[in-house]
Every structure is written in C-alpha cells, then in structure tokens.
Nanobody, 121 residues
Framework: QVQLVESGGGLVQAGGSLRLSCVVS????????MGWFRQAPGKEREFVAT????????YFSDSVKGRFTISRDNAKNTVYLQMNSLKTEDTAVYYC??????????????WGQGTQVTVSS
C-alpha cells in the first residue's frame, strides 16, 4: 500500500518559519523525484517545489523562490520543505507527491491528507 504522510504544519506569524515533512511508504522512495504542492481555500492545488531522486536538482515556483528550500533523506524515506519568511498568502494545505521528474511536477500518486499551514499577520 503506497502512502504519503505529511506533517509539520501549524500556525505561525508572518515572517516565521516552518519545516514540513513527508514520509513515503510502500515503494522505493529513492527512485522517485518528489514534489510539494499546496491548496489555498477556494483555489486549485498548485506546485510549490520539486527535488530529483538524487537531491541534485530542485525547482521552485516563483512565489516561494528564495524563501523555501526542499530536501530529502532517502535513508528515512522523507522529503522536507523548509519554509522561511512566511507570508499570509502561504496559508494553505500542503501536500507531497511523487512527480514525473524534478523538471516536470506532474503528480503521479494519490494524495495524502496534507498538513495545514496558517500564517497570521
């Protein structure tokens, strides 16, 4: 059974930081490029960041570039999203997923439950 479990969300003030984690089970994690996505209320889910299976290539949406970093620990089957200088517009439910490649953020698996990030002003 393939499973994606996100955690680390919470309530933070604007300018603060959070680190999200996503544990992947059921498949060979190290073989896959991974991505983070988010969905704000009333909006469609959008791409945030991707990382190649080696961790050597990363891509970010323009809205988070320079503030967020993505990393992975293949030994722990975990991908991380470090979010700094958070803005109120970063408020959303954040999801991880396997993606087609680091340059192609097309999600490949069913979504997990996500983790809520709320940024207050």
């Amino acid at each position: 059974q393939v499973q994606l479990v996100e955690s680390g969300g919470g309530l933070v003030q604007a300018g603060g930081s959070l680190r999200l984690s996503c544990v992947v089970s059921g498949r060979t994690f190290s073989a896959y490029s991974m991505g983070w996505f988010r969905q704000a209320p009333g909006k469609e889910r959008e791409f945030v960041a991707t990382i190649s299976w080696t961790g050597g290539s990363t891509y970010f949406s323009d809205s988070v570039k320079g503030r967020f970093t993505i990393s992975r620990d293949n030994a722990k089957n975990t991908v991380y999203l470090q979010m700094n200088s958070l803005k109120t517009e970063d408020t959303a439910v954040y999801y991880c997923n396997v993606v087609q490649s680091s340059a192609n953020p097309t999600p490949r698996w069913s979504w997990g439950q996500g983790t809520q990030v709320t940024v207050s002003s």
